[in-house]
């Protein structure tokens, strides 16, 4: 029996389209403060990264507002990781359903990340060219204990 392509084609559109078309989806509304300690404050906050992890999907944003809308989630239960640099990462599991809106408020605190040693490296040029001319830098040629110039 022979198929013709294109009706194969068009029949795996179909499906695919009627697949698609049965996505239930859901919505997430939210706010997200970052807690000033040293005030006792909280104000919004940019920049946010923020990871949502469902069963068939992944969304991996920047949020560019302290105050987010993000629609067509996919039903089922999600992950989301909030990250920003100089606080602690807030993750939260929630479900989603069909034509809702899950409402979140988020308050970042800060975290402070010691580090043990940082250690800077430069040299200098051998030699720089300025317009026509060749600038040879002495000071940047290692020498060994011992060693005579000529």
């Known amino acids: 029996m022979r198929f013709n392509?294109?009706?194969?084609?068009?029949?795996?559109?179909?499906?695919?389209?009627?697949?698609?078309?049965q996505q239930k989806y859901g919505a997430i509304l939210g706010s997200i403060v970052a807690r000033n300690e040293t005030e006792n404050t909280a104000s919004g906050i940019s920049g946010v990264h923020l990871e949502i992890y469902t069963p068939i999907d992944t969304l991996i944003?920047?949020?560019?507002?302290?105050?987010?809308?993000?629609?067509?989630?996919?039903v089922g239960k999600a992950t989301l990781n909030f990250s920003y640099i100089g606080y602690k990462t807030i993750i939260?599991?929630?479900?989603?359903k069909e034509k809702e809106t899950v409402e979140l408020d988020i308050t970042l605190v800060p975290e402070v990340v010691k580090v043990g040693?940082?250690?800077?490296?430069?040299?200098?040029?051998?030699?720089?060219?300025?317009?026509?001319t060749v600038i040879f830098n002495a000071a940047a040629v290692k020498t060994l204990e011992g060693d005579e110039t000529i």
Do not use: G
């Not at 944003?61 to 996919?74: D, E, G, N």
């Not at 939260?92 to 989603?96: G, M, N, R, T």
């Not at 040693?117 to 026509?132: F, G, H, N, Q």
């Open 5 to 21: 392509p294109l009706s194969l084609t068009l029949a795996f559109l179909l499906c695919a389209q009627n697949l698609c078309a």
């Open 61 to 74: 944003t920047v949020l560019p507002q302290s105050k987010f809308y993000l629609s067509r989630i996919a």
């Open 92 to 96: 939260k599991e929630i479900e989603v």
């Open 117 to 132: 040693e940082v250690k800077v490296r430069a040299s200098v040029p051998l030699y720089t060219i300025k317009d026509d």
